[in-house]
């Protein structure tokens, strides 16, 4: 019988790491894009994309956008966080949120930061401008979705979270603008929301709908919400996270302007101080996996970083096998020793 043996971080070269990772198994490959470095201290050099024969050994593959080729007044020229590969209708949909955004996190400028699309008929491109950008205002973590009749969705951040029923070949919503349907501080929402959420992340299973998404109050854990249609109404699966780190010496300082310093929480034992931002892909044995950023806490302080960022580490791919049974996904982590899987 097969086995497969990993041990996260699976990636632990500084030249491969990013943030918000995503996968999408193609024929006998797996690809990969996500946020390429630097996250908050500038603009970074575009939406790479990497590959694997195995999910073990990663090499960098091609630039799906590449800054340095774009002209100066390319509107979408800038940060570019949290691309996805989205297949449907025989294409690859690649979904980027970017903007002139500003040299800190903080600008003024960062509220032209929204979503573009894109699609090629190959999965490392060419990759064309479908429209963008889609929204107004900051909107961030696009996740496209394309149910069994093959209408598409889209779901994104920003102060929560937004979907709407899209037309992929024009980029065009459909029966309306993006409507937020859960913010972190509505009302009998779990603490551990109030920080922020973002990420969304739906599929579906057993004829319901599944969005994952993290919050980042405690440290960063992905909760599930429930719906009977892609468009809600929503519910948590559960009141607690299924998956996740909980650090308080890390988020410390957003807690305490965020107004929510008060909560009291036991730190996880992991040696992780952010895990998060989901994506789910098909694994080596044929399931359920979801991919995301571990990060280790370094001893080197970025200076002048404005949020918690370290020299000497820097976020890279762990992945989980994920389980789904009465209704529920489960998953043990995020580990750090070798898992054994048998297939």
């Known amino acids: 019988m097969p086995v497969f043996r990993y041990t996260n971080p699976i990636t632990r070269d500084p030249a491969l790491a ?5 996968i999408l198994k193609v024929g006998s490959r797996w690809f990969m894009t996500g946020t390429s470095l630097p996250v908050w201290s500038g603009p970074n050099p575009g939406v790479r994309l990497l590959v694997s024969d195995d999910l073990l050994n990663w090499r ?10 774009l ?10 966080w949290a691309s996805e590969i989205h297949r449907a209708h025989g294409k690859f949909w690649l979904t980027v949120n970017s903007g002139h955004r500003g040299s800190q996190l903080g600008d003024r400028l960062m509220d032209d930061h929204n979503l573009w699309l894109f699609v090629a008929d190959e999965v490392d491109g060419d990759y064309r401008l479908v429209r963008g950008p889609l929204s107004d205002g900051f909107k961030n973590d696009a996740n496209l979705f394309t149910d069994d009749d093959g209408q598409s969705y889209l779901y994104v951040s920003g102060g929560g979270l937004w979907q709407a029923r899209i037309d992929l070949p024009t980029g065009k919503f459909v029966g309306g603008e993006l409507k937020k349907f859960l913010s972190p501080r509505d009302a009998g929402n779990p603490d551990w929301l109030i920080g922020g959420i973002e990420g969304p992340f739906v599929l579906k299973r057993d004829g319901t709908y599944f969005m994952f998404f993290s919050a980042w109050t405690r ?5 599930v919400l429930r719906a009977p249609t892609p468009l809600g109404p929503w519910e948590l699966v559960s009141r607690e996270p299924i998956f996740g780190t909980r650090k308080r010496r890390y988020r410390e300082s957003q807690m305490q302007a965020g107004g929510y310093a008060h909560l009291t929480f036991s730190d996880t034992p992991d040696p992780f101080v952010e895990v998060g ?19 280790q806490e370094g001893k080197q302080p970025v200076p002048g970083s404005v949020l918690p960022e370290y020299v000497d580490t820097a976020p890279q791919l762990g992945i989980e096998q994920l389980h789904f049974a009465n209704g529920r996904f489960s998953l043990t982590g995020p580990t750090w020793t070798e898992q054994t899987v048998d297939y």
């Open 18 to 22: 990013m943030r918000d990772h995503f």
């Open 60 to 69: 960098h593959h091609t630039w799906l956008i590449e800054a340095d080729k």
């Open 71 to 80: 002209p100066d007044d390319c509107p979408y020229k800038g940060r570019f």
């Open 219 to 223: 440290g960063y854990e992905i909760g």
């Open 277 to 295: 931002h989901n994506a789910v892909f098909t694994g080596p044995d044929g399931r359920d996996w979801i991919c995301c950023h571990y990060f």
